[in-house]
């Protein structure tokens, strides 16, 4: 039974920091790729940050330098650190993984994939980031 379940989401003022988190049971973090995607209602899903098998990460530009994405393989735990929160960073965020057994998996690990690109999905959290 493969799940993803995503914590950590709230409301916080500009400026704060929330730190999220997806623990994953069925498959382990060593496999191919792992990713937080993000929606605001009425738009688009982004990614925001991808994650590899050796650790090698990606992030869409608007929250370079502001998020961290990072694995606890032990835990079976993906997390995102999210620090200098603006009202642009609202939406509801996803952990996403691909366990490497599908076409897009020859793809690289990066921002380059869409959401279709990955297999499996959690439920979300929701951030609000009020001004």
């Known amino acids: 039974q493969v799940q993803l379940v995503e914590s950590g989401g709230g409301s916080v003022q500009a400026g704060g920091s929330l730190r999220l988190s997806c623990v994953a049971s069925g498959y382990d973090y060593g496999t191919y790729c792992m990713a937080w995607f993000r929606q605001t209602p009425g738009k688009e899903r982004e990614g925001v940050a991808t994650i590899n098998s050796v650790r090698s990460t990606d992030y869409v530009d608007a929250v370079k330098d502001r998020f961290t994405i990072s694995k606890d393989n032990a835990k079976n735990t993906l997390y995102l650190q999210m620090d200098s929160l603006t009202p642009e960073d609202t939406g509801m965020y996803y952990c996403?993984?691909?366990?490497?057994?599908?076409?897009?998996?020859?793809?690289?690990?990066?921002?380059?994939?869409?959401?279709?690109?990955?297999?499996?999905w959690g439920q979300g959290t929701q951030v609000t980031v009020s001004s």
């Open positions: 996403a993984a691909d366990v490497g057994d599908a076409w897009y998996s020859l793809m690289a690990c990066d921002l380059n994939r869409r959401d279709r690109e990955y297999t499996y």
